[in-house]
């Protein structure tokens, strides 16, 4: 199961790293062209920026600390990932997806000091973010639905189980 999951995230490092990769090769800084139209209605166009910073540009210019933190982070998500693989397929996939995230925009902190992100939602003003940002979001939207479905049910089991062995006794 482990090695399985070692090739999940490198295939999805992978996949962020050639499209980070394309975009850097195929476009000029501050690029922009059409992806997804509909007509005259504009979807996502994609549009070469670099981050130097976290979340929607904060902490621009701290690249050390970045590179620091998101490497605690890496660590932290790895280790709870194969101390609890086996609990729930929802907390691995999560787990799966923020460390591949993580390892992605880490990837390029280091390279090139900052993170190169392409894909801006033109349906309103908002972020242009990457693959890796992507896995983060849907990983933190896959903890939010273990914590609040699926982990109060396991606890609620094990509690019952206990009750159970005691009174078997």
Do not use: C, P
């Not at 962020?16 to 990769?21: F, N, R």
């Not at 992806?35 to 701290?62: C, H, P």
Request: cysteine-free; overall charge negative.
């Amino acid at each position: 199961m482990a090695i399985l999951l070692i090739i999940i995230i490198a295939a999805l490092v992978g996949a962020d790293q050639l499209m980070k990769y394309w975009v850097d090769s195929a476009f000029e800084i501050g690029e922009s062209r059409d992806f997804i139209k509909f007509g005259d209605f504009e979807v996502f166009d994609l549009t070469y920026i670099r981050n130097d910073g976290a979340v929607f540009g904060s902490m621009s210019g701290q690249r050390w600390f970045l590179i620091g933190f998101t490497s605690l982070v890496i660590l932290a998500g790895i280790f709870i990932l194969f101390r609890y693989m086996k609990h729930s397929k929802v907390l691995t996939s999560a787990l799966v997806l923020f460390v591949s995230g993580g390892i992605g925009n880490l990837i390029d902190r280091i390279r090139l000091g900052s993170v190169i992100d392409m894909f801006e939602f033109k349906i309103f003003e908002f972020a242009i973010f990457n693959i890796a940002d992507i896995f983060v979001v849907f990983a933190i939207i896959l903890l939010f639905v273990y914590v609040i479905f699926i982990d109060s049910k396991l606890e609620k089991q094990k509690k019952a189980e206990s009750v159970q062995e005691s009174t078997d006794e």
